[in-house]
């Protein structure tokens, strides 16, 4: 496939229904050269075109470019703490199907064999479409695509397992989510994001200019071990006094005098959600903690924009004023005349999926012939 096809390809999944002319002069070719680009790739089963939605204006209908029926896809896992899922994705980054399950304190051995069945499941529904996968996990990932997750005590287990294809991408699940903020959510204007994920832990991730920083090793983005928590606390990844103890669901446990949840999110939700005075003071302890840790980074990456997921979305809604509070009061004196926003993700719990499957996206449209 040439260069230019390829750009219209890419074209066409980042800016679902873009009209023709609209993506030969994003990739810089003539009409003409357009028109027989997308011929060739609606011979490859790649590209199709649909009629526009309706504008009212006389002329000729436009229509715009869409994935072919018959064209590639891309499997989206997402492995949390709690749960598995797995999406069919198509161009453009809409899901077509979706498995779920649930593994809350089970083996990696038990959790790789649960997806293995639902991707086996979904080769027999979309046979010979299925073409890569882009994996979200909860823990650091290496190029060689091995997976530390401390929490779980899940460590150094290889992923290739997980497809039987070429075209396999794992990453950190909030990485994932910050690049799919940057691509397609709250983050798509800011110039320098810095993303935060709270779930059993506290992860994240710097997005300079649309690019995730992912460090020497591809452990960047260990935002929940800095020692911005309770020296005293001992964290599973060997650390004391990590930030990450300090803001998530066995924080709260602790604030409440219970032992370690073997659900820390759903856990998390319940404190949060419930009037219980004892719980509304231990979400205002943790909601501060992750404001005085929030300031931290900003002042050391100059952020422009702060997005917030996992419970943070919910930290944020029941504990504003506390969350506010403790972030000015951190922050150097440049950044408090116009602090940097502190946002929920746009996508939601859907972040590190989105952003798997982006992954995946970006691997395979070089490979496609």
């Known amino acids: 496939m040439t260069t230019r ?13 873009v009209t023709r002319a609209d993506a030969a002069r994003l990739v810089g070719v003539g009409t003409g050269a357009a028109t027989e680009i997308v011929a060739r790739l609606a011979q490859q089963s790649l590209l199709a075109e649909a009629p526009a939605a309706p504008s009212g204006n006389r002329g000729r209908p436009t229509t715009v470019l869409v994935p072919h029926p018959a064209g590639p896809l891309v499997l989206a896992v997402a492995i949390t703490h709690e749960a598995w899922r797995v999406d069919v994705v198509e161009l453009g980054g809409k899901g077509l199907t979706s498995a779920t399950g649930r593994h809350a ?11 293995t069945a639902a991707v086996e499941a979904l080769q027999h529904a979309y046979v010979g479409r299925l073409r ?13 695509l091995r997976l530390t997750a401390s929490n779980l005590g899940w460590d150094d287990v290889d992923l290739t397992p997980l497809w039987p294809g070429d075209v396999l991408a794992a990453g950190n699940d909030a990485t994932l989510a910050a690049t799919a903020e940057s ?31 992912l460090g020497a090793r591809g ?8 020692p911005f928590g309770d020296p005293a606390v001992a964290c599973p990844c060997g650390a004391t006094g990590c930030w990450g103890t300090a803001v998530d669901g066995t924080a709260l446990a602790r604030l409440l005098g219970k032992p370690a949840p073997p659900d820390p999110v759903s856990y998390a939700r319940r404190v949060i959600a419930s009037p219980d005075p004892a ?3 231990a979400v205002r ?24 997921g996992g419970i943070g979305v919910d930290l944020l809604a029941a504990a504003p004023a506390e969350i506010d509070a403790a972030y000015r009061a951190g922050l150097m004196r440049v950044h408090r005349a116009a602090p940097p926003p502190v946002v929920p993700a746009a996508l939601g719990d859907d972040g590190p999926i989105a952003g798997a499957a982006e992954e995946a996206w970006t691997r395979l449209l070089p490979e496609l012939a």
């Not at 890569?132 to 060689?144: E, I, K, Y």
């Open 105 to 115: 304190g089970a083996t990696w051995v038990a959790v790789t064999a649960a997806v």
């Open 5 to 17: 096809s390829t750009e219209l390809l890419r074209v066409a999944h980042t800016r679902p229904g």
């Open 183 to 213: 691509h397609r959510g709250a983050a798509a204007d800011a110039t320098v994001a810095l993303h935060l994920r709270i779930e059993g832990g506290l992860g994240g991730a710097v997005v300079d200019h649309g690019r995730a920083l």
């Open 285 to 308: 302890t943790v909601a501060a903690a992750l404001g005085r840790g929030m300031a931290g980074l900003v002042n050391g990456l100059d952020a422009d924009l702060v997005t917030l």
């Open 132 to 144: 890569a996968m882009g994996v979200s996990l909860p823990g650091t990932v290496s190029p060689a």
């Open 279 to 281: 719980s509304r003071a």
């Open 219 to 226: 452990a960047g983005g260990e935002f929940g071990h800095m």
